[in-house]
């Protein structure tokens, strides 16, 4: 039997070991990376799993050709997201799911061309967010 606060004690040193460990395993061609599994070409990542070609991500999984994200699953080329899943082609999102083309939103599901939460028709959804990309520095 485990007492209340040998289990408190325990899952405590479990939390920490994971949150600090530095060791990647299975990864390929990772740089600067974190307690990364499964990844490849990853660089700057921490505690990445099964995700490719990320750069600056931290606690993503199976995520490619991100940059700047934490706590993504399962998303493409999003850069600085937050908590999204199953999405792709955001930029400064949270909380997304099964989104694509979506800059500055919130809490969208199944939704395409947003700004700030608002809907826009492809070719204006485009050149709003070129010239915001460039404005704050996301673009290249």
Same mark, same amino acid.
């Given at each position: 039997?485990?007492? *209340?606060?040998?289990?408190?004690?325990?899952?405590?040193?479990?939390?920490?070991? /994971?949150?600090?460990?530095? @060791?990647?395993?299975?990864?390929?061609? !990772?740089? %600067?990376?974190?307690?990364? @599994?499964?990844?490849?070409?990853? *660089?700057? =990542?921490? +505690?990445?799993?099964?995700? /490719?070609?990320?750069? %600056?991500?931290?606690? !993503? #999984?199976? #995520?490619?050709?991100? +940059? %700047?994200?934490?706590?993504?699953?399962?998303?493409? /080329?999003?850069?600085?997201?937050? +908590?999204?899943?199953? #999405?792709?082609? $955001? @930029?400064?999102?949270?909380? $997304?799911? =099964?989104?694509?083309? !979506?800059?500055?939103?919130? %809490?969208?599901?199944? &939704?395409?061309?947003?700004?700030?939460?608002?809907?826009?028709?492809?070719?204006?959804?485009?050149?709003?967010? *070129? &010239?915001?990309? +460039?404005?704050? =520095?996301? #673009?290249?």
């Amino acid at each position: 039997m485990i007492s *209340r606060s040998e289990y408190e004690a325990r899952l405590r040193e479990l939390t920490r070991a /994971h949150t600090t460990s530095t @060791v990647n395993e299975g990864c390929v061609e !990772c740089q %600067g990376c974190r307690g990364c @599994v499964g990844c490849t070409f990853c *660089r700057d =990542g921490e +505690r990445l799993v099964r995700c /490719h070609f990320c750069v %600056g991500c931290a606690d !993503c #999984s199976d #995520s490619a050709h991100c +940059r %700047g994200c934490t706590g993504c699953i399962a998303c493409q /080329h999003c850069i600085a997201c937050t +908590r999204c899943a199953q #999405s792709a082609y $955001l @930029v400064q999102c949270s909380h $997304l799911t =099964g989104c694509s083309y !979506c800059f500055g939103c919130v %809490g969208l599901t199944g &939704k395409e061309f947003h700004i700030l939460n608002q809907p826009y028709d492809r070719s204006t959804y485009f050149a709003i967010t *070129r &010239k915001l990309a +460039r404005e704050l =520095g996301l #673009s290249g």
